[in-house]
């Protein structure tokens, strides 16, 4: 049974995850507003699959690595936590393009929109970084079945990401209209994204490890 702080604390991992800018985030939201949100809806129901596929294929992989090299999580672990560093790094580096800067896209059918979602998330380093590397850290032998836990984090932050990616969808262009307006906050954001990304990042890299 996985300890509800533990749950808790993944949660907020992944709500961060999904709020710092990447891919995802900024093809649904360039989607939405080049091609109206019902098509940003068809996008992102395509990246959702794709989180299924990231889910699964980290659930078993991680299952055979837990009993074969334990200490591989060593390893994954130093992964992740650089892998946060340079997320850290792009939020605060001078120049850094914000998401909300949408790009032109043409329009499209609903089965290419959702195939390019799917592409976008399949094809994503910072969820499988996520998947490979973070999520690893809130496992341990001690709570049950490693392929069962890494079903329940999956699908809970699969929860979290359509919950914030569906909201930003249905107003991105207003979220993009107010940005414009207040430069400013986008700096604000930017900065305090990568002092919670530089936070984590140590956390990770100095706790010990769960599995002991």
């Known amino acids: 049974m996985i300890p509800l702080n533990e749950w808790l604390l993944f949660c907020g991992a992944a709500l961060l995850m999904v709020l710092t800018p990447g ?9 939405s507003i080049s091609q109206g949100s019902k098509a940003g809806i068809i996008s ?17 992989g991680l299952t055979a690595l837990f009993l074969a090299i334990p200490l591989a999580y060593e390893a994954l672990k130093w992964v992740g936590a650089l892998y946060l560093l340079w997320l850290a ?12 800067e949408a ?12 195939l390019m979602g799917f ?24 709570h049950g079945s490693v392929f069962f836990q890494s079903m329940v984090f999956g699908f809970t932050q699969i ?26 906050w986008i700096a604000i954001q930017r900065y305090f994204m990568g002092f919670i990304l530089v936070t984590l990042a140590i956390r990770l890299a100095f706790e010990p490890r769960q599995n002991e």
Request: aromatic share 12%.
């Open 119 to 142: 592409l976008t998330n399949v094809l994503n380093p910072k969820i499988a970084i996520f998947y490979l590397a973070i999520l690893p850290q809130f496992i341990s032998s001690h």
């Open 89 to 100: 790094w792009h939020a605060i580096k001078p120049r850094a393009r914000s998401p909300f």
């Open 44 to 60: 992102l129901l395509g990246v959702i699959v794709g989180f299924l596929v990231h889910m699964v294929a980290a659930a078993i």
């Open 159 to 184: 929860v979290i990401s359509f919950s914030i990616n569906l909201s930003i969808t249905l107003s991105a262009a207003s979220i993009a209209f107010w940005f414009a307006r207040n430069p400013t």
């Open 103 to 114: 790009k032109n896209l043409p329009y499209d059918s609903a089965s290419k929109l959702f």
């Open 23 to 31: 891919p995802n985030m900024i093809y649904l939201i360039s989607r």
